[in-house]
């Protein structure tokens, strides 16, 4: 089945009790068993299986062309659950550039518990090399990242991880791309980790996050720990972002759309000094962004002439972009990273510059987009 015809179906049987449509929410932590020790089809209690969650997991799988799905209760449990893979005096490499979060969970959480962490550029396949230690056991690419928008060859750099003796495990974070847009486990990575928060939910209306791998025995290893460690995405949230999904290609190919024109304004706006945009000339890493990527998909960050207070200026001047963080829902939305998201990073080597915007272009009109952003840069 094609990727949209999935979006409606994997993992979502009409239920064979009433023909309900839709996946019920299964608002239940526990089941009745047939006999001691007989559960029906392995539900027993919910933090370790729930039908609701289930059908989300499923789903998940087939879109990113996996063969197993997790959910989780947020994209940084998924993460915290994938690193617990690891013993103690693990190496880990991990982008520079990488979520905020993410940093800030591997360098102030997960180093007391001895993991090591260096972070490179990732960009560049030889600095992957270069880094990769003998105590090297997952390498943590995110592509494109958040908020520059870097792009790392996934071929590439699981080619380079692969040849590592202790064949490290190659994670990519696909929350920015999703799986419309590309497919990692298709290009040689070992796990896919979404934050659902995002583009998966859609709408800004749920906390969610996602682990999808191919192989078995890494698939058994997960699904011990997202049930011994707990950190399980509920019934009803399970079945928002199931909604959500359901219309992703529809919205990818709508932020696109938008997203093009918005990058084709800015960069030739007397304002902007430098538009960063992955399926725009300009980027430096656009042909492996177009051979990697279905579409230049919704984020768009630019640097304003006059610093910081140029960059507040423009943000906070914005009518219809709405002055938040995330991203990935419906609506547009407009944030400043060195004093927002990126906060955490400050004064480390992921430190942001002042004067980046970045936009979460959404699903509106494009000409009112357009108006507004051409209205704030002006005031
Ligand atoms: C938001 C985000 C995360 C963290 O996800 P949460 O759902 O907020 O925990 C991880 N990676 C990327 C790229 C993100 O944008």
């Known amino acids: 089945m094609k990727f949209e015809t999935l979006a409606i179906h994997a993992g979502q049987e009409p239920d064979p009790n009433n023909g309900a449509v839709m996946t019920p929410v299964y608002l239940t932590s526990t089941y009745k068993q047939d006999g001691?020790?007989?559960?029906?089809?392995?539900?027993?209690?919910?933090?370790?299986?729930?039908?609701?969650?289930?059908?989300?997991?499923?789903?998940?799988?087939?879109?990113?062309?996996?063969?197993?799905?997790?959910?989780?209760?947020?994209?940084?449990?998924?993460?915290?659950?994938?690193?617990?893979?690891?013993?103690?005096?693990?190496?880990?490499?991990?982008?520079?550039?990488?979520?905020?979060?993410?940093?800030?969970?591997?360098?102030?959480?997960?180093?007391?518990?001895?993991?090591?962490?260096?972070?490179?550029?990732?960009?560049?396949?030889?600095?992957?090399?270069?880094?990769?230690?003998?105590?090297?056991?997952?390498?943590?690419?995110?592509?494109?990242?958040?908020?520059?928008?870097?792009?790392?060859?996934?071929r590439a750099a699981a080619e380079v991880v692969h040849a590592h003796p202790n064949k490290p495990l190659l994670v990519v974070d696909n929350t920015f791309a999703t799986p419309y847009l590309q497919r990692p486990l298709e290009l040689g990575a070992d796990i896919v980790v979404h934050s659902m928060t995002k583009y998966l939910g859609g709408h800004s209306d749920v906390v969610g996050g996602a682990v999808i791998v191919k192989d078995k025995g890494l698939a058994e290893r997960l699904y011990f720990l997202q049930n011994a460690v707990g950190a399980v995405l509920g019934p009803m949230d399970s079945f928002l972002v199931?909604?959500?999904?359901?219309?992703?290609?529809?919205?990818?190919?709508?932020?696109?759309?938008?997203?093009?024109?918005?990058?084709?304004?800015?960069?030739?706006?007397p304002k902007v000094e430098k538009l960063i945009y992955p399926f725009h000339e300009s980027h430096p890493q656009y042909h492996i962004a177009r051979r990697q990527m279905k579409n230049g998909g919704g984020m768009i960050s630019f640097l304003v002439k006059g610093g910081r207070e140029a960059a507040v200026r423009v943000a906070e001047a914005t009518k219809i972009f709405t002055l938040a963080e995330s991203l990935g829902g419906v609506e547009s939305l407009i944030e400043v990273p060195a004093a927002m998201t990126h906060l955490s990073v400050a004064g480390s080597q992921l430190d942001v510059d002042p004067a980046l915007v970045r936009l979460s272009v959404g699903i509106e009109h494009k000409d009112d987009l357009l108006e507004d952003l051409r209205q704030a840069l002006d005031a």
């Not at 947020?74 to 979520?99: F, I, K, M, P």
């Not at 997960?110 to 990769?132: G, K, W």
């Not at 995110?142 to 908020?147: L, V």
Request: hydrophobic share 40%.
């Open 36 to 154: 001691v020790g007989k559960p029906r089809q392995g539900y027993e209690y919910s933090r370790t299986k729930n039908p609701t969650r289930f059908a989300l997991e499923n789903c998940l799988a087939a879109l990113e062309g996996g063969a197993y799905g997790l959910a989780f209760a947020s994209g940084l449990a998924a993460t915290d659950t994938v690193l617990r893979l690891l013993d103690a005096d693990s190496h880990v490499l991990a982008g520079n550039d990488v979520y905020g979060g993410t940093f800030r969970l591997f360098d102030k959480v997960l180093r007391r518990f001895r993991l090591d962490f260096d972070f490179v550029d990732t960009t560049d396949p030889e600095s992957v090399a270069d880094a990769l230690t003998p105590h090297t056991r997952l390498v943590w690419l995110e592509t494109p990242t958040n908020p520059l928008l870097r792009i790392t060859d996934i």
């Open 242 to 269: 199931l909604r959500g999904i359901k219309t992703l290609p529809l919205r990818m190919d709508r932020h696109f759309e938008n997203a093009a024109a918005i990058a084709d304004f800015l960069a030739s706006h």
